[in-house]
Nanobody
Framework: VQLVESGGGLVQAGGYLRLSCELSGRPFSSYNMGWFRQTPGKGRELVAAIGRSDSSTYYVDSVKGRFTISRDNAKNTVFLQMNSLKPQDTAVYYC???????????????????WGQGTLVTVSS
């Protein structure tokens, strides 16, 4: 199983980016999916997660109302639309897959057993 992310880059504060992550090797619809981010010296923080059926989502408080997670099971891809970006959103963003078959998106990091390589998002002030 492999996850490949794309869409990171440099953007000014107030701008937007859309991250994509494609899964290959196993049926995408069997995974809950999540987006994490990490800054130097800090652990990975779960930013958003989505259940297998796309009917339930989770967001960390700091991104509620600005970020939207979605998935297209036909394209084996999960997205993170990031609007109204702030300098404090600067981080390496990772997508991750949870194969535990839980009923909804997990906020428990050990549930995520497949990780992408990360994509850098830089928000300038």
């Amino acid at each position: 199983v492999q996850l490949v992310e794309s869409g990171g880059g440099l953007v000014q504060a107030g701008g937007y980016l859309r991250l994509s992550c494609e899964l290959s090797g196993r049926p995408f619809s069997s995974y809950n999916m999540g987006w994490f981010r990490q800054t130097p010296g800090k652990g990975r923080e779960l930013v958003a997660a989505i259940g297998r059926s796309d009917s339930s989502t989770y967001y960390v408080d700091s991104v509620k109302g600005r970020f939207t997670i979605s998935r297209d099971n036909a394209k084996n891809t999960v997205f993170l639309q990031m609007n109204s970006l702030k300098p404090q959103d600067t981080a390496v963003y990772y997508c991750a897959a949870d194969s535990t078959l839980k009923g909804g998106p997990s906020t428990y990091r050990p549930d995520y057993d497949v990780w992408g390589q990360g994509t850098l998002v830089t928000v300038s002030s």
